[in-house]
């Protein structure tokens, strides 16, 4: 799998529930605040990095930011429709984690037999 660095662009910024990300060619440019939280949060700045970062932990990234979390969630749609065709799909639509249920069933629930 090939990871995708962001470049940074002194003409790029961020504004409320959009990265700044631009596909140009085969070069992924962002603003300098996107890829200065990357690294300070995770150590690299990748596209995928910020696209887990936005699916798992957007609170983060709005506080940082100065945003609303649904601002991030608006954000990161419009991130992954601008990747699309450029990142692996297993980023763009994360495979939802099945419910799990714990202990014993409802006894009210059950039909005596």
Do not use: C
Request: glycine letters at 8%; aromatic letters at 6%.
């Amino acid at each position: 799998m090939q990871f995708h660095t962001l470049s940074p662009s002194a003409g790029l910024s961020t504004s409320h529930q959009n990265f700044g990300v631009e596909v140009l060619g085969d070069k992924l440019l962002a603003p300098r605040s996107v890829i200065a939280l990357l690294e300070t949060q995770l150590g690299n700045a990748t596209a995928e990095a910020l696209l887990s970062m936005a699916e798992s932990f957007p609170t983060a990234i709005a506080v940082q930011m100065d945003w609303d979390v649904s601002d991030v969630a608006i954000a990161r749609d419009t991130l992954v429709a601008s990747l699309d065709g450029v990142v692996d799909d297993a980023f763009l639509r994360p495979l939802e984690i099945p419910k799990r249920g714990y202990g014993a069933l409802d006894p009210r629930g059950r039909r005596p037999a």
